[in-house]
């Protein structure tokens, strides 16, 4: 906000520093984001084939880490979870295609304030370095989970990671808090102030919707994240007791008193629940984008979407007590909860309807971004079918914190998620490196990757009812749990072979970017405004035009056009619906 | 289709740009700002960083919303006593050295005029600058108080202020963690004398851009973004002070 130049007003940067590193580019930043997440997801991945293996094997010496103990285990499990909620699933889809392609597609030059969006990049790159750096220190990285619950989270004698991990964990998360309110400013402001000539709010593609709902859900989440970690700071290490009670720790009273560990448990899902949103959103926009370019017909209920986005958005910040359903909270309370949550299930459900309605009767070809779009669809309905079941507080006690819960949210929130970034990735790739991915490649990793998924996620939900629970390193010894080690075997198998085919698309990827067939500029004959730009696309976008938008974003099969779309650019003259 | 377009409902002086009026041109870094092709919007910029200030506020709202909430929560909370086995509420109400804040708050008030002054000094030159660029017309000289300054030195006796009380408040035993209320006055107070020195900052870079004869349009974008933030923080000091004296 500081400076006076704030508005783009850079020409093409020369020098490989401003050009590639700080670059004020919302191109380059959002690439630099995509990087940094896919970093991060090979990271986060790794540690899960860690606790995969540590469930079946134990006692396995495993190389490079040891044999796994109790606190390794869960500190890989907050890592794994920070690591993959933080810097993947928030980073990529929003912060990473979002820069890329939201002024694109609204026409803009560049994102409203570049310096801005260039230090909200750093300072995700700092938090995230932060972060990795609690598996160097001392104790090694923190036991509390990626919720952080108190008073654990809140006490450096309460475990060997507790100590200076914790507090480099919570710094992370409130560094990224700051990144991640500068971006939806950004967001936000863009949307709203630099939309191009006729681009009205109403034709706006459905990712720029949803890149915009998740900002406004951002700048309203982060900062009650923000101040509950400053809280928590505060209690670690001035001796403060908001989240701590009269805790005794290995016989030694501690110096805290009359804390509530509730109370973080209210301002962190406050923030918690939104963030789920957060993360599902951007890929809702992707495929509606994508099944409507690929099923060659608009997008069924064009309006209804927007506002089932809108209403997913709102409610999404009036359910957070539906995680606490097993703190003790009046029924009464809990009752409304479950009644807001089950009522997410109206929006989901129209959004699900209309993404089979766009795909009914549709002329569809199978390329590789269809695919991931139809799987999030998929894996949208098979995660989300289990929400209802975890909104009712009769359920929820005897499911919580059992493996039932890691089956829903990891279809829903992460995998289907995902998936909508994979599907971005193949559909974008063209625009952005100005070659095509290989596409057999493509669907080698689609199938074994949603094969793989359901095989891994799917059985959890049968043992969390069998009673397996979430936080255990270790339940091979456990009498009942005995029945259960072929189905865990299994999954880990599962994940083993789902693991191995990323790096496939790691491979795709990389090949493709400098062996690739050369792309077009508009390679799947989509309608949206970042394909009518060269590939890739100049340094201002649009290579000094300004776009005039004159129709709506999914023009498909119009009758009596003379093409089978009509791109958002074409003269008015254009026969549309 | 109907349209939803909020921000084209401002008139934009100074688009020139055959009314696609959303774009901004790409700027030849030269030029004095004003006339011609390719020299920056000024009007545009404006509004744009209005709107970014705009929503950059909330988020700052919402941190306070987020410690109002805890404020509130554990001040209803009863607590264990260890040696009766009772639950007993250990809210301890703080006594505020009121007398001092109240000064602390005439002093911010007093500042958020100045900056106001500030502002419109700036305004009203910018307003004035094109007549006054015209060879051999002269406005005669303009009163030019340093109205920034002034904002300055009332920021820094504020801050000054904030921190002879907190002496105060130690002086009577409340410490950081003395109990959760005075937690509380502490947190809260730091936290808004935080965001007020990031607004002092932005002040000081106005000072520096007038010294580097920036274009006094793009300063006045600062200034005025500046000046709402500064009243924006006088407010959310007048509600953090009633907060911790009448819900103590």
Redesign the interface.
Same mark, same amino acid.
């Given at each position: 906000?500081?400076?006076?130049? %704030? %508005? $783009?007003? $850079? *020409?093409a940067p020369q020098g490989f520093i401003r050009k590639y590193v700080f670059s004020l580019d919302h191109k380059v930043i959002g690439l630099q984001y995509y990087f940094l997440a896919l970093i991060a997801v090979f990271v986060g991945m790794a540690l899960s084939l860690l606790m995969r293996i540590h469930m079946i094997w134990p006692t396995a010496v495993l190389p490079l880490v040891g044999e796994i103990k109790p606190e390794t285990y869960l500190s890989l499990l907050t890592m794994h979870g920070t690591i993959m909620v933080f810097f993947v699933l928030t980073t990529a889809p929003q912060s990473g295609f979002g820069n890329y392609f939201l002024p694109i597609q609204i026409g803009?030059?560049d994102m *409203?304030?570049p310096v801005?969006n260039m230090l909200s990049y750093w300072t995700t790159f700092v938090a995230f370095v932060i972060l990795i750096a609690a598996f160097f220190v001392p104790g090694g990285a923190p036991l509390h989970g990626w919720t952080g619950y108190a008073p654990l989270s809140a006490l450096p004698t309460a475990g060997p990671g507790q100590q200076l991990g914790a507090d480099l964990w919570i710094t992370s998360i409130a560094i990224f808090c700051i990144a991640s309110?500068m971006g939806?400013?950004?967001f %936000? +402001?863009t949307t /709203?102030? #630099?939309? *191009?000539?006729g681009m009205?709010?109403?034709?706006m593609p459905l990712t720029c919707w949803a890149w915009f709902i998740t900002a406004i859900l951002g #700048?309203?989440?982060? =900062?009650?994240?923000? @101040? *509950?970690g %400053?809280?928590l700071l505060?209690d670690r290490n #001035? !001796? +403060? @007791?908001?989240y701590v009670? /009269?805790v005794v720790v290995n016989g030694q009273v501690m =110096?805290h008193? =009359? !804390?509530?560990p509730l109370?973080w448990q $209210?301002?962190f899902w406050?923030f918690g629940h939104p963030e789920v949103y957060i993360a599902i959103l951007p890929s809702m926009g992707v495929t509606s984008q994508l099944l409507s370019t690929f099923s060659r017909k608009p997008i069924f209920g064009y309006r209804a979407m927007v506002y089932a986005l809108m209403a997913i958005g709102l409610l999404g910040f009036m359910v957070w007590g539906h995680h606490m359903f097993m703190s003790g909270m009046s029924p009464y309370s809990a009752f409304a909860f479950s009644i807001m949550t089950m009522a997410i299930g109206v929006p989901s459900a129209i959004k699900t309807f209309n993404w089979l309605g766009t795909l009914r009767k549709g002329r569809v070809r199978f390329h590789t971004p269809m695919l991931f779009a139809i799987g999030f669809v998929s894996l949208f309905v098979s995660g989300g079918l289990s929400g209802p079941f975890l909104a009712q507080p009769v359920l929820d006690i005897p499911l919580h914190d059992t493996a039932f819960v890691v089956g829903h949210f990891h279809l829903i929130m992460g995998v289907a998620s995902i998936f909508g970034i994979f599907g971005a990735t193949y559909y974008w790739f063209p625009k952005m490196f100005g070659r095509m991915m290989n596409e057999t490649l493509g669907k080698i990793h689609f199938f074994v990757t949603l094969v793989g998924t359901y095989s891994i996620f799917m059985p959890m939900h049968y043992l969390g009812m069998a009673g397996q629970t979430r936080r255990y390193s270790q339940f091979t010894e456990v009498a009942y749990m005995q029945r259960l080690i072929p189905l865990n075997t299994f999954i880990t198998f599962a994940a083993f072979i789902t693991i191995a085919v990323q790096f496939v698309f790691l491979f795709n990827l990389f090949w493709s970017m400098f062996k690739g067939p050369k792309a077009s500029d508009n390679p799947w004959e989509a309608t949206t405004v970042e394909w009518t730009t060269t590939t890739p696309p100049p340094h201002?976008n649009f290579g !000094?035009k300004?776009p005039?938008v004159n129709h =709506?974003p999914y023009e498909y099969s119009v009758p009596g056009a003379p093409r089978d779309y009509i791109m958002q650019t074409d003269p008015a003259t254009v026969k549309a619906h | 289709m109907t349209t939803l377009t909020p921000t084209r409902t401002i008139k934009d002086p100074k688009t020139g740009q055959g009314g696609s009026g959303v774009h901004p041109p790409i700027s030849d870094g030269g030029g004095d700002g004003r006339g011609g092709n390719g020299s920056p919007d000024y009007g545009q910029r404006l509004r744009r960083t209005r709107l970014g200030l705009l929503i950059g506020l909330m988020s700052v709202t919402m941190l306070f919303v987020g410690f109002t909430s805890a404020y509130i929560v554990r001040r209803g909370l009863p607590t264990l006593d260890e040696r009766t086995s009772t639950y007993v509420r250990d809210w301890i109400p703080v006594n505020l050295p009121v007398a001092l804040l109240l000064v602390n708050t005439g002093l911010l008030l007093v500042s958020s005029i100045t900056m106001e002054l500030a502002r419109r000094q700036i305004t009203r030159q910018v307003a004035l600058a094109p007549v006054q660029s015209i060879p051999g017309v002269s406005l005669g000289e303009e009163r030019s108080f340093p109205w920034l300054g002034a904002t300055v030195a009332l920021g820094l006796g504020f801050l000054t202020g904030q921190w002879m009380a907190w002496r105060e408040l130690a002086n009577r035993g409340f410490y950081l963690a003395t109990s959760a209320s005075s937690s509380f006055v502490y947190l809260l107070t730091a936290a808004h004398a935080v965001h007020l020195a990031g607004g002092m900052v932005v002040l000081l870079y106005a000072a520096i851009t007038s010294l580097l004869r920036k274009p006094v349009e793009a300063r006045r974008i600062v200034v005025d973004i500046a000046a709402w933030y500064w009243h924006f923080m006088a407010l959310l000091w007048i509600y953090i002070f009633a907060l911790l004296e009448f819900a103590r």
């Open positions: 906000m500081a400076t006076g130049e %704030i %508005i $783009h007003a $850079h *020409a803009a030059p *409203a304030f801005l309110l939806a400013l950004n %936000i +402001t /709203l102030d #630099l939309r *191009a000539k009205t709010m109403m034709r #700048l309203l989440a982060f =900062g009650v994240l923000l @101040s *509950a %400053i809280l505060l #001035l !001796g +403060t @007791s908001f009670p /009269l =110096g008193k =009359g !804390g509530s109370l $209210h301002l406050f201002d !000094g300004t005039v =709506g | -």
